[in-house]
């Protein structure tokens, strides 16, 4: 069987570095221990990874089995009306379907771009507001202005989905401290190259991480991925080479596209959206690359994502040879 190439998946597609593959070995003939249940050195890493400019201590911290799980625990604890622009993450209203709670789901795309402006009655709504930082699928970056218009207009908790953040650097972590409504998730698995492992953080006020504390398991975090996420913090300076590398592939990627008349979206992940400009074309385009071998995410599944996307396919970036191979079979 000829293997796929996966450009729909949006994992890291370059191993960890050797460094970190040796020190995680190293703890596999430990896994018949419990993981440590408080997270406390995990903690701590992560701590001194936000920089003495944020005053956060291990009380303001909870991790979670993946980002997936945090989204999920966030939903549990503040939801009930849930507001979630589109298209964006499809889990934020899946963890709400899993709960049984309401979502009122708000359109951002204007003359095709991606721009976020809640409704205000919306708003006034909502017990718990999503963004997503930059978005997936689009890759926008949200301006910083409107993310402190959305938490000072919101009645409810905002959560900033910040699950890409190492690629742009861009933050409103700073803000935890002056927004008692503000939490913010952080992801390890996708841009430290652990999502076989799953982790997840979630920032907030003390006060909001123990709600979240009192429903969440003892050892939900797995105890390689507990010591994983000390380990790769320690090796951030290696991991900043495959981010750099990561959106240099990716832009070129979608510059090729643009030669090619279509539409992509801004580079700001480990991610391309293009807009194909036609329905039809694009699912021509996407049965061509599947006969091709090459899997990616067509816009109008609801599998990773949700919005109005008929048109539009993203693309995961990958090592250099795969990325060319797709503008091959695109240009064919
Ligand atoms: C915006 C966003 N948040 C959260 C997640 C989930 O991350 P994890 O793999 O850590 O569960 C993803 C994964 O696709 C994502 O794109």
């Known amino acids: 069987m000829v293997e796929m190439i996966d450009l729909a998946l949006a994992d890291l597609k370059f191993p960890p ?10 703890e596999i003939s430990k896994v018949n221990y419990y993981p440590s249940g408080d997270y406390l050195e995990l903690k701590q890493a ?11 201590t291990s009380e303001n911290l909870v991790f979670g089995n993946g980002l997936d799980e945090v989204i999920d625990l966030v939903t549990r604890v503040w939801g009930g009306v849930n507001l979630i622009p589109s298209p ?3 889990q934020y209203s899946m963890a709400a379907a899993r709960s049984n709670q309401r979502v009122i789901s708000s359109s951002m795309l204007r003359q095709g771009n991606y721009e976020l402006n809640f409704d205000e009655t919306d708003l006034k709504k909502a017990s718990l507001v999503w963004v997503c930082n930059p978005n997936n699928p689009t890759g926008d970056l949200i301006p910083r ?3 402190e218009q959305t938490l000072d207009d919101a009645r409810g908790m905002v959560a900033v989905d910040e699950c890409y953040y190492e690629y742009t650097g861009k933050t409103v972590v700073d803000l935890v401290e002056e927004y008692e409504n503000l939490i913010v998730l ?3 698995s996708k841009n430290f190259g652990i999502a076989g492992l799953r982790l997840g953080v979630a920032i907030s006020r003390p006060e909001n991480i123990r709600k979240i504390e009192r429903i969440r398991q003892p050892f939900n975090v797995n105890r390689m991925a507990e010591k994983a996420g000390v380990i790769v913090l320690k ?5 900043k080479k495959i981010w750099q590398r990561v959106l ?3 832009r070129k990627f979608a510059a090729e596209i643009k030669r090619m008349g279509y539409r992509p979206f801004p580079v700001n992940a480990n991610f391309v959206l293009v807009d194909f400009l036609d329905e039809k ?12 071998g090459i899997k990616t995410y067509p816009g109008w599944s609801d599998e990773d994502f949700e919005g109005d996307l008929n048109q539009h396919i993203r693309f995961a970036v990958s090592v250099e040879k795969h990325m060319k191979l797709a503008v091959e079979v695109l240009r064919r």
């Open 186 to 188: 952080r992801g390890f």
């Open 281 to 292: 074309k694009a699912s021509e385009i996407f049965l061509k690359l599947k006969n091709n």
């Open 46 to 56: 992560f701590c001194n990874y936000l920089g003495p400019e944020v005053s956060l």
């Open 248 to 250: 240099k592939i990716g």
């Open 17 to 26: 570095p050797s460094s970190v593959l040796r020190e995680l070995r190293q």
């Open 88 to 90: 964006t993450f499809s």
């Open 145 to 147: 202005k409107k993310i």
């Open 235 to 239: 090796h951030k300076n290696e991991y």
